[in-house]
């Protein structure tokens, strides 16, 4: 009987190996969670073509927006884990929706972590026409205008929801939460004066702020961003205890093959590894990480356990 056994497993550990070996043989379906022209869109479009050439095989965007990002993870999460789709994981989807969906469509165990791809520092940034030049300017008219100042994000749970939602509760600033289907849509909102201020991804705003469409005022890591050095951080402003700083990187359905898990990481870990591609990505707001698929899904670990108190204290639910 155990000889049998053994028969049965060096097969199907045969049959799994040619399979891998045999990987890629046609077109690659990678979920983008948000609609065009905001952060993850951004930097999925930069990585696209280099990730084409290393698997010699068409890579397919595919945005799926929706429900701060859950939409796109339950498509990828249902997905047959045979290497053909691959989903970006943010960090509002995975480590903040689970403490303010009542109901979530996935459970962190459905994927398996690919790469930890950036780190991400968010922007604080006002219309231009506020007359405001730091985040304790942005606190007195709010206070000057009760629940008359509004912030946009991308959605209920994204990043720049809580990252507002933690600053009003530091600050006691009464500033009203505006949700929208994503960073793109939202930063078409600030330009046109919907809204007063995003903290919003890199990638999505830079480029109004260099054409004057945007004021940026500060960033909300602790440490300044290599995008942009000589903007101050919000605590160095003075608010101290301000730290909100988001993450990205890329998952595949659970029960993908380990060996495509591994190629991978390895593709990714050599792309944004490279000279060139590590400072178009910086250029974008984009901090590269890389490192073993491992250490992604570690971090994803900590972050769900490090978002449930901030959650908890400005307390965010979405029904």
């Known amino acids: 009987m155990k000889t049998i056994t053994y028969i049965i497993f060096a097969a199907l550990l045969v049959l799994g190996n040619t399979h891998a070996q045999q990987w890629p043989a046609k077109t690659v379906r990678w979920i983008i969670p948000w609609p065009p022209g905001g952060g993850a869109d951004v930097l999925a479009r930069i990585l696209q073509p280099s990730l084409s050439e290393a698997l010699g095989q068409q890579v397919v965007v595919d945005n799926r927006g929706g429900a701060a990002g859950n939409i796109g993870a339950e498509l990828a999460a249902k997905s047959p884990p045979d290497g053909y789709t691959i989903v970006f994981a943010y960090s509002g989807t995975h480590s903040i929706n689970p403490h303010i969906y009542r109901k979530m469509p996935f459970k962190e165990s459905d994927f398996a972590p690919l790469i930890w791809t950036a780190s991400v520092p968010q922007v604080v940034v006002v219309h231009p026409s506020l007359p405001v030049k730091a985040p304790r300017d942005i606190v007195a008219l709010a206070k000057s205008k009760p629940d008359q100042f509004t912030y946009g994000s991308s959605g209920n749970g994204a990043i720049n929801h809580p990252a507002g939602a933690f600053f009003a509760s530091i600050t006691g600033a009464p500033i009203v ?128 356990a490090k978002w449930a108190p901030v959650v908890k204290s400005a307390n965010i639910r979405v029904d």
């Open 177 to 304: 939460h505006v949700p929208y289907k994503g960073g793109g849509p939202a930063a078409i909102a600030l330009m046109g004066g919907e809204i007063a201020m995003i903290f919003g991804e890199p990638a999505t705003v830079i480029q109004h702020i260099k054409a004057g469409k945007m004021k940026a005022i500060a960033v909300t890591s602790a440490r300044r961003a290599l995008a942009m050095p000589d903007l101050p951080t919000v605590m160095e402003t003075g608010i101290k205890g301000y730290d909100v700083t988001s993450w990205n990187g890329q998952l595949a359905p659970a029960g993908t093959p380990a060996a495509i898990v591994q190629r991978y990481n390895t593709e990714f870990n050599r792309i944004i590894g490279t000279p060139e591609m590590k400072k178009r990505m910086i250029d974008n707001g984009y901090e590269p990480m890389g490192g073993p698929a491992e250490k992604f899904g570690e971090h994803i670990r900590a972050e769900i």
